[in-house]
């Protein structure tokens, strides 16, 4: 049988940080693996993360499994935190799963099980894996514009005249904020005209939100995704803990599902149990019984939002500060853009060949595409990736 296995194309991204690892250069500079680090190059446990993990160790008495779907107080907590008040709570259907990786595939099963001729839309680009899980699941894919590799902002002019090429039932998937791998986001206006055109062609929005609170604040970063949820009929919500909660190999994600009524919401909540069933059963509870210790106590709370807003304001600033020495060596604002991205990523939009003569030259590692993980980067190293942009002719 195992004579028959065919070997899998290699993960870029995983590949990238071997030859990180591998690389004996004492000023090489990681920007390719998308985790948060603070200046010293770590990616700390947070102060509430801590805190909580210590009162759990004090009060737990049992590791029995909690359910098919997970804590409930988990995914009302969750829920509260991206939805806000914009849909009745009644409406929505919650599941836990292993990190939003495990929710974004439950999304995808969900869809294929709901409606097996459905098309995925995803962004030209997307975070690689989306196109992964949806060609291991054949699911068709169609792809719609999304950056605009001019201006490095959203060619959304282009992105709606792909989607206008959608057939109702077909599924839009949408970045909830701080778009995975460009840092290009849509305004107010612009998610309006997105959910116009969904509701006049029968199309159901997934939102993949993995970043809230990393690119202009928790409220302001759930804003596209409570006006797709508080306006169209049906939407599907893919929520990661990884990032905002800094706690990536805990593997804590929610998968929701938001239908118009409560009639609608039993039956899909028994499928997201039913789903969580087939693929891994009862979904890991460390992480999510953390994050519903913090979000329902006021001072645990309080803290890890002061450390999130902490988080933000320093990628701000480093954002900031290689746009101004960027334009301090080139006498241009082009690479104004980077300052005006949000999140973890910014996309360049240069060419794989330039992305190896930084490696090559100045041991500096981003995805082949010129993705750069902007948190990899600190004071003194945004002088260093700055001439190395510069001296590669990007």
């Known amino acids: 049988m195992f004579e028959n296995l065919k070997s899998q194309p290699a993960d870029k991204i995983l590949m990238l940080m071997q030859a990180f690892r591998e690389d004996p250069r004492e000023n090489k500079i990681d920007l390719g693996v998308g985790v948060y680090k603070n200046a010293e190059g770590v990616t700390p446990v947070m102060r509430a993360i801590k805190a909580a993990e210590h009162k759990l160790w004090e009060e737990q008495t049992t590791k029995a499994y909690v359910g098919l779907a997970g804590d409930p107080a988990y995914s009302d907590a969750m829920i509260k935190l991206i939805l806000g008040d914009a849909v009745e709570r009644g409406n929505v259907a919650a599941a836990a799963t292993p990190g939003g990786t495990g929710a974004v595939r439950q999304a995808f099963e969900l869809i294929k099980m709901a409606n097996p001729g459905a098309r995925v839309f995803v962004s030209d680009p997307t975070w ?15 792809v719609y514009r999304y950056f605009d590799r001019e201006t490095r902002g959203v060619n959304f002019d282009g992105m709606i005249e792909d989607l206008k090429t959608a057939q109702k039932g077909d599924v839009i998937l949408l970045h909830g904020c701080c778009h995975n791998p460009t840092g290009a986001n849509l305004n107010a206006v612009q998610w309006q005209e997105v959910i116009n055109l969904l509701n006049e062609r029968g199309l159901i929005p997934m939102i993949d939100i993995a970043y809230q609170g990393f690119g202009d604040g928790l409220e302001e970063d759930a804003l596209g995704v409570r006006l797709v949820a508080a306006n169209c009929p049906e939407t599907l919500i893919a929520a990661s803990c990884s990032k905002n909660f800094g706690i990536y190999r805990e593997r804590t994600g929610l998968l929701m599902a938001v239908a118009n009524d409560a009639g609608g919401q039993a039956l899909n909540q028994q499928t997201l149990a039913f789903l969580n069933r087939q693929n891994y059963s009862f979904p890991p509870d460390h992480g999510a019984r953390l994050v519903t210790m913090i979000l329902n106590d006021e001072a645990l709370r309080a803290d890890w939002a002061a450390e999130l807003e902490e988080t933000r304001l320093g990628m701000l600033t480093l954002r900031q500060g290689l746009a101004d020495e960027l334009q301090r060596l080139t006498g241009s604002d082009r690479f104004s853009f980077i300052a005006q991205h949000r999140g973890m990523f910014s996309l360049l939009g240069t060419t794989p060949d330039l992305v190896e003569k930084m490696r090559v030259d100045n041991g500096i ?24 942009i510069v001296d590669a002719g990007v």
Do not use: C
């Open 365 to 388: 590692y981003m995805v082949g595409d010129s993705r750069l993980n902007i948190a990899g980067l600190n004071a003194k190293t945004v002088p260093i990736l700055a001439q190395a």
């Open 128 to 142: 690689p894996n989306h196109v992964s899980i949806l060609n291991y699941l054949n699911i068709e894919t169609v």
